[in-house]
T-cell receptor
Framework: AQKVTQAQTEISVVEKEDVTLDCVYE???????LFWYKQPPSGELVFLIR??????QNEISGRYSWNFQKSTSSFNFTITASQVVDSAVYFC?????????????FGSGTQLTVLP | SAVISQKPSRDICQRGTSLTIQCQVD?????MFWYRQQPGQSLTLIAT?????????ESGFVIDKFPISRPNLTFSTLTVSNMSPEDSSIYLC????????????FGPGTRLTVT
């Protein structure tokens, strides 16, 4: 069975602070994909990034960066110099490559509030 | 990416009635999914809808309660039948372009309140 754990239910920071959202996953598959989605107050789920299990290279995209560590089954997401518009619920998700496990398994989400 | 629209965007319905939610995609997609997000909760997959076959429902969801249609590769509907207040949720349509595709894109959601 697949499982995604986001231990941080809510995080509050002041604008311009850096913030890291944690994600820990469990899967028996050797090949899998990890995702981060953002859900602003409007409710739409916005795709941010996908990582493959065989590619542990970390990634930076503007103010966003992702740290994938297979040894600890973690896929953490950092926002640098946070802005009020970053306030949203962030979901980490996991998808394996075969059968029913291909479906996305979501974590419980982390509510990020960036205060001005 | 994919442009996905849903109708209605929100609705308030009375107990015992049914609501049909429409999902339209701007291009042909192989796999469409319907999710439910209860207030303050994460997303739960209701069913997978592939064109030309019956929808596949996840544990805890049944066709009589959530009938789904998938008449073509760009459109699907989800009906929430005989609603109760417990059905108050955001319902999201999601697509994956092909069997080998990994990214899954979501529509804006339908906010349903059952009174």
């Amino acid at each position: 069975a697949q499982k995604v754990t986001q231990a941080q239910t809510e995080i509050s920071v002041v604008e311009k602070e850096d913030v890291t959202l944690d994600c820990v996953y469990e899967t028996r598959d050797t090949t899998y994909y990890l995702f981060w989605y953002k859900q602003p107050p409007s409710g739409e789920l916005v795709f941010l990034i996908r990582r493959n299990s065989f590619d542990e290279q970390n990634e930076i995209s503007g103010r966003y960066s992702w740290n994938f560590q297979k040894s600890t089954s973690s896929f953490n997401f950092t926002i640098t110099a946070s802005q009020v518009v970053d306030s949203a619920v962030y979901f980490c998700a996991l998808s394996a490559t075969r059968g029913s496990a291909r479906q996305l398994t979501f974590g419980s989400g982390t509510q990020l509030t960036v205060l001005p | 990416s994919a442009v996905i629209s849903q109708k209605p965007s929100r609705d308030i319905c009375q107990r015992g009635t049914s609501l049909t939610i429409q999902c339209q995609v701007d291009s042909q997609v192989t796999m469409m999914f319907w999710y439910r997000q209860q207030p303050g909760q994460s997303l739960t997959l209701i069913a997978t809808a592939n064109q030309g076959s019956e929808a596949t429902y996840e544990s805890g969801f049944v066709i009589d309660k959530f009938p789904i249609s998938r008449p073509n590769l760009t459109f699907s509907t989800l009906t929430v039948s005989n609603m109760s207040p417990e059905d108050s949720s955001i319902y999201l349509c999601s697509v994956r372009r092909g069997q080998g595709a990994r990214e899954q894109y979501f529509g804006p959601g339908t906010r349903l309140t059952v009174t």
